[in-house]
């Protein structure tokens, strides 16, 4: 969706090293979203932000919205080969919608 | 639970048969979602459903394409006749209100040669 911005478009890490993935909206969000996708399967939720400067962590990944409710940010710390997939950002207006970004593509070398 | 259930899971067919798609939503859950998934497109939203009743089908692309939702527990999305740009994975996803977190599918791999 071109409402979404997502960077980097892809990106390499080595197993250990943290990793940190973009999203950002024109408009100001209701909800922020982030699922992981691994090929040939479904998207997997992992974390929802509604409010202005809400901060998430589960596990080893952290997601923030900015006060602003404009961009949110995942972060992967320590990652390891189990964090390698998609990563996609979608967002809501307050309705049914969600519009998703391109998605980032995250590999990790052992 | 066991999540939302797609099938079939890969699905290759020729110009102008007919495709059905199945979805099985989690239960309790009272809004459904078909998507299609494209390298060119990304995830774009189909057809949306609350209560088994259709509120949105402004996504669907040609009249090719329907969907329906007999009961709570089941939708279909059917292409007739299919053609070789309908090439992509579909996906359907449920969630316990309309704008919650949606839960999606495994997805079906459509191949229209």
């Known amino acids: 969706s071109q409402e979404l911005e997502q960077s980097p478009q892809s990106l390499i890490v080595q197993e250990g090293k943290n990793l940190t993935i973009n999203c950002t909206s024109s408009?100001?969000?209701?909800?922020l979203y982030w699922y992981k996708q691994k090929y040939g399967e479904g998207l997997i939720f992992l974390m929802m932000?509604?409010?202005?400067?809400e901060e998430k962590s589960h596990e080893k990944i952290t997601a923030k919205l900015d006060e602003k409710k404009q961009q949110s940010s995942l972060h992967i710390t320590a990652s390891q080969p189990s964090h390698a997939g998609i990563y996609l950002c979608?967002?809501?207006?307050?309705?049914?919608?969600?519009?998703f970004g391109a998605g980032t593509t995250v590999t990790v070398r052992a | 639970d066991a999540g939302v259930i797609q099938s079939p899971r890969h699905e290759v067919t020729e110009m102008g048969q007919e495709v059905t798609l199945r979805c099985k939503p989690i239960?309790?859950?009272?809004?459904l979602f078909w998507y299609r998934q494209t390298m060119m497109r990304g995830l774009e939203l189909l057809i949306y459903?609350?209560?088994?009743?259709?509120?949105?089908d402004s996504g669907m692309p040609e009249d090719r394409f329907s969907a329906k939702m007999p009961n709570a527990s089941f939708s279909t999305l059917k292409i007739q006749p299919s053609e070789p740009r309908d090439s992509a994975v579909y996906f359907c996803?449920?969630?316990?209100?309309?704008?919650?977190?949606?839960?999606f599918g495994p997805g079906t791999r459509l191949t229209v040669t």
């Open positions: 408009k100001t969000l209701y909800g």
């Open positions: 932000l509604q409010k202005g400067g």
């Open positions: 239960s309790g859950h009272n809004s």
């Open positions: 979608g967002a809501s207006r307050g309705d049914y919608k969600l519009s």
């Open positions: 996803a449920s969630s316990f209100m309309s704008h919650g977190e949606q839960y």
């Open positions: 459903f609350n209560n088994n009743v259709p509120i949105d």
